[in-house]
């Protein structure tokens, strides 16, 4: 069975089999949590992500991890938020499941998720966290992680998840 946690921490000291990206869809780096990975991972992440082409929100792409404790990264692209009205849940939603169905391709048993879009995409916490894990808890591959740990940056962040865990 799939151990599912939360914790408070910064998700670049992770020593897990991927951690996920919260990446714009350039993949090439930028602020937050993208902006950290790429600094910590160094410039063969940048020299790996240039020849991907980008990555539609929704979706999900993998890489190396290079300068990282871990040993891959699952980049996705979460939705802006524009109200709700704009498919952004299901984006989201979608970015769990693209990133779960890429590790279970390449079998891994241990991830670790950010907060994705709710940071300057601005998607509601409480609302990010219960689609995180309706898409964690409903996906078919579940079975074969050993563990999904929602990495938080912030404590009102892992209060949401502990919570809803």
């Known amino acids: 069975m799939t151990r599912l946690f939360a914790l408070q921490a910064d998700i670049t000291t992770l020593a897990v089999d991927a951690i996920v990206n919260a990446a714009n869809s350039s993949l ?18 940048l020299q790996e992500c240039r020849q991907l082409g980008g990555c539609p929100t929704g979706q999900a792409r993998i890489t190396g991890a290079y300068g990282l404790p871990c040993r891959h990264v699952i980049h996705t692209v979460g939705p802006v938020w524009h109200g709700g009205h704009a498919g952004e849940a299901q984006k989201l939603h979608s970015c769990y499941t693209h990133c779960l169905d890429l590790a279970a391709q390449h079998g891994l048993k241990t991830l670790a998720f950010p907060c994705i879009s709710t940071g300057v995409y601005g998607y509601p916490k409480e609302a990010a966290a219960e689609i995180a894990l309706q898409a964690v808890r409903a996906h078919p591959a579940l079975g074969q992680l050993d563990e999904i740990m929602f990495c938080c940056f912030s404590p009102t962040d892992l209060a949401i998840y502990q919570r809803l865990i």
């Open 28 to 45: 090439l780096g930028g602020g937050g949590v993208d902006g950290a990975i790429h600094r910590a991972a160094g410039l063969e992440l």
